[in-house]
């Protein structure tokens, strides 16, 4: 492999683990959030052991989180310097609101809400949770309104004279319509992770019923979890049919690949859930479809057509050539098919599992109900794994169906990696880096399920700021 392909690899490998952990912090951070207001409101004791809990567990997150992202932003310099250079007076901006207004509030107020208890009045150290919720937030959406220029570019203008593209309008970057349709499908799929992490965990130390009297607490935790993760994944749904209109209008090659739909449908285009091909991918040999349900999802009505894969590549051949410009070097237009087929019903697939799993949770803890039987344990392990590997499947849909474009429609991603860097150098530190995010991988699972097997601390009573002195140390959440 070459420079390119190994740089192609490098980033999606680091991009992905990194989301990986992005939806379960800005989940479960709302969660924690609504624990700890709910202590503050009610002070029963149940609520105060659940925030510490799920605390612990967040912040173990947040932590491998900040470490994996900072990676992101090295390797723009890195292996993408011609792709930095050429869009980087637009992407820069939101990154720069990331990291000097979003990650700033998130780690300030998670330092304050750590360190906090006993402290500061319990309404105000409440309050720190969620505002390191609303800086997860404010963090997506900035990052998102980036990502959405590489979709749909806005706000800019080319300079000939410098061969860049420089922003002339950040509102209509914030407020591209990518982004806005893009934004709040992020968000929920991010509350149904959080909502079934908690689901999961909770239904495993359900399972264990160790200690007895502490069924009931998480019974109570269950149920908060599937009803987030399902209400969530019904937001998921509305966003996402908005969101497949908007990408059949600025990207319908995406669409097109989406379904591996190569000639223009009739009306009344279908969906096909399972299909078998040639292995050139060019012919289909068996399909299981569902009617309509395509031109549905694409265009909002059961009769508009959908254009085919080769008819909006001879578009793009017209529009953009085959290599008339430094910036347009692939002349296919076409992502790799396979790839983008399969991960959008992966996600699907897995979402609506979440879904199930939220629903059988709900029955069977309905009543004081408590699941005892040994296949829940899957469902445990299943329910926070299958929303997260939704969500890591819709972003490769995502980022794939874009391809060849790293700008959709001004660069070709062959066109943007880093004309200095070679396949080596590009080798070494990919081996690095993904030895060193399994090194991290290790510790955080090892993490995470050795604070889950401890369950929720006994409730103490919380100290009061004024029972405090100067000499009193700083109470660490753990």
Known sequence: MDALDLARWQFAITTVYHFLIVPITIGMSAIVAYFHI???????????????????????????????????????GMNWSDYSRFVGDIFGAPLAFEALLAFFLESTFLGLWIFGWGKIPEKLHALTM??????????????????????NPVGYTFNPETGRAEMTDFLAVLTNKVQLVTFPHVITS????????????????????????????????????????????????????????????VQPMKMAAAEALYQNSDSCAPFSIFTVG????????????????????????????????????????????????????????????????????????????????????????HKGGVPRSPWWTFVAIGAPLAPVLANSFGWVFTEVGRQPWIVNGLMTTSTGVSPSVSAAEVLISMIVYTLLYA??????????????????????????PGDLTEDSPLQFAY
């Open 38 to 76: 709910q202590w503050v409101r009610t002070h029963n004791p149940d609520y105060l052991r659940l925030t510490k809990f799920f605390g612990k567990l967040f912040t173990i997150n947040f932590a491998l989180g900040l470490v994996t992202g900072i990676v992101q932003e090295f390797q723009f």
């Open 130 to 151: 969620l505002l390191v919720h609303i800086g997860t937030v404010f963090s997506a959406y900035f990052i998102l309104a980036a990502n959405s220029f590489m979709q």
């Open 190 to 249: 991010a509350y149904m992770v959080g909502g079934a992490v908690v689901m999961g965990v909770s239904v495993w130390l359900m399972r264990r019923n160790r200690p007895a009297e502490d069924t009931p607490l998480y019974r109570r935790s269950a149920r908060l979890g599937a009803i987030v993760a399902l209400v969530a994944s019904l937001g998921v749904i509305v966003s996402g049919d908005a969101q497949g209109k908007i990408m059949t209008e």
């Open 278 to 365: 040639t292995p050139d991918g060019l012919n289909e040999k068996f399909a299981v479809k569902v009617p309509c349900v395509l031109g549905f999802m694409a265009t909002g009505s059961l009769d508009k057509p959908v254009e085919g894969i080769n008819d909006v590549r001879e578009q793009l051949i017209a529009k953009y050539g085959t290599s008339s410009s430094s910036l347009v070097q692939d002349s296919t237009y076409t992502p790799f098919i396979p790839l983008t087929y399969w991960s959008f019903r992966w996600m699907m697939g897995f979402g609506f599992l979440t879904m199930a799993m939220a629903i059988a949770v709900l029955w069977s803890t």
């Open 439 to 464: 090194a991290l991988a290790v510790v955080e699972v090892k993490l995470f399920t050795d604070y889950v097997k401890k369950g929720a601390e006994p409730f103490e009573p919380p100290t009061a």
